[in-house]
């Protein structure tokens, strides 16, 4: 018994020498804007969340270390505009083909949660969930579509008879864990009844309001929209959209977008494949118009253009003169608050340890917007390890590897 015993006693040894850590991240400039850290510091991981975050944590606490040195080190980024409701197999459509699976172009970004904005509404959104959030690595969320059918693409989006905001309170009350907005999208008719169900929804639902403001007409001005029609933390995705009236004859800012600002009203980048031009972008962000979230709207034809992805989005965000520090908060914190998810976006001990390690590459870059028109930088940030969860779930060059002639000839 005594052999049993030194064997036990040998095996709580090494435990206790590799200490109480699962992964420990050390040496990286962790970047945490809820919890104000900006600085080198190290992040230790066990049981899936937050353990510690503080200088110097000895690797032999650690059954993994991940040298992070020269890297960032920044909450799981969240992505509050996508479109993810792939595999249904209807074409033309966000509820469809021009949906992607989630898992294939998150984590490889740094993005752990995602919002489906409004691919789903009320009557199908039980489909969505068995059919992909229950299904995907990523956190999936969603915003419902203020129409019962989704973004069906043609009449379906148009029709005002499916535009029931009880229902769709209803079932963002069932579903107050995944469902976190109402959104209104591509509607192209004169009247309100898109923006103002998807408020009376979010209403009911205590949830925010998107919209994509879809076609813009002269009996509904986008000015009203922002100045009157949405609610203190409702959302205007698409803000750097050519459509959208912001530069005066003189290329100075227009006033209106302060005060809807100062009113509580957030404005989203929403990238997409037609959302995003240099001559809004490049022009009112040095006058102070910057984003409250940045978002990529993912979809099968922006991930091929000119967005690309969250990363690249970021970037350039971050070559326009904001600082990092600032397009991180823009892409963790500030949209966990937005939609209400107090728990995500940080790097608070106890939370989900939903980790991005980035590397902020110096160089020659060309950015592309929608129309195909080139911005110079000298600045890109890539992913160099995604962590959902506790978990290494994306490792460009193997920071969580070991030396495979390390590991034995039958590893």
């Known amino acids: 018994m005594k052999w049993m015993a030194a064997v036990w006693l040998s095996v709580f040894a090494t435990a206790l020498a590799q200490g109480p850590y699962d992964i420990l991240l050390q040496g990286g400039h962790v970047i945490d804007p809820k919890n104000g850290r900006n600085g080198v510091m190290d992040v230790a991981i066990a049981g899936g969340k937050i353990a510690r975050v503080a200088a110097s944590i000895p690797a032999s606490q650690a059954k993994k270390v991940v040298a992070a040195k020269g890297l960032y080190v920044v909450p799981g980024l969240v992505d509050i505009h996508v479109h993810v409701y792939a595999g249904t197999g209807m074409t033309g459509a966000y509820s469809g083909d021009h949906s992607v699976y989630p898992d294939g172009h998150t984590f490889r970004a740094g993005v752990t949660t995602v919002v489906d904005a409004g691919s789903s509404g009320w009557r199908n959104f039980t489909d969505f969930k068995n059919r992909v959030i229950e299904r995907s690595k990523t956190r999936v969320l969603s915003m419902l579509n203020i129409v019962g059918h989704g973004m069906g693409?043609?009449?379906?989006?148009?029709?005002?008879?499916?535009?029931?905001?009880?229902?769709?309170?209803?079932t963002a009350k069932r579903f107050p864990e995944i469902v976190v907005g109402v959104k209104s999208a591509h509607y192209t008719g004169p009247e309100w009844v898109s923006v103002e169900r998807a408020v009376e929804a979010g209403t009911l639902a205590n949830i925010p309001v998107m919209v994509d403001f879809g076609t813009f007409r002269p009996e509904r001005p986008f000015q009203q929209l922002v100045l009157e029609k949405l609610r203190p933390g409702d959302m205007y995705t698409h803000m750097y959209l050519g459509r959208v009236p912001m530069l005066d004859d003189g290329g100075k800012l227009m006033p209106y977008l302060a005060e809807a600002r100062k009113r509580g009203v957030k404005f989203d980048v929403g990238h997409g494949g037609g959302s995003f031009v240099w001559r809004q972008a490049a022009r009112t962000l040095p006058q102070g118009w910057i984003p409250d979230s940045i978002s990529t709207d993912l979809h099968i034809t922006s991930m091929n253009a000119g967005m690309k992805d969250m990363a690249t989005t970021m970037s350039k965000i971050l070559i326009l003169g904001v600082s990092l520090a600032d397009v991180i908060k823009m892409s963790t914190w500030n949209p966990a608050q937005q939609m209400k998810r107090p728990d995500?976006?940080?790097?608070?001990?106890?939370?989900?340890?939903?980790?991005?390690?980035?590397?902020?590459?110096?160089?020659?870059?060309?950015?592309?917007?929608?129309r195909n028109a080139l911005h110079k930088g000298?600045?890109?940030?890539?992913?160099?390890?995604?962590?959902?969860?506790?978990?290494?779930?994306?490792?460009?060059?193997?920071?969580?590897?070991?030396?495979?002639?390390k590991l034995g000839t039958r590893y």
């Not at 693409?153 to 209803?170: K, L, R, W």
């Not at 939370?351 to 980035?358: G, S, W």
């Not at 890539?382 to 002639?405: F, H, K, P, S």
Request: net charge negative; hydrophobic share 40%.
């Open 153 to 170: 693409g043609g009449s379906i989006e148009q029709n005002a008879d499916d535009m029931d905001p009880q229902a769709t309170a209803a």
């Open 344 to 370: 995500l976006g940080h790097l608070t001990e106890e939370a989900v340890a939903d980790v991005a390690v980035l590397r902020l590459r110096k160089g020659d870059f060309g950015y592309l917007d929608v």
């Open 378 to 405: 000298n600045q890109k940030l890539e992913c160099e390890l995604t962590i959902r969860g506790g978990q290494v779930v994306y490792d460009l060059n193997g920071l969580a590897g070991q030396d495979w002639q």
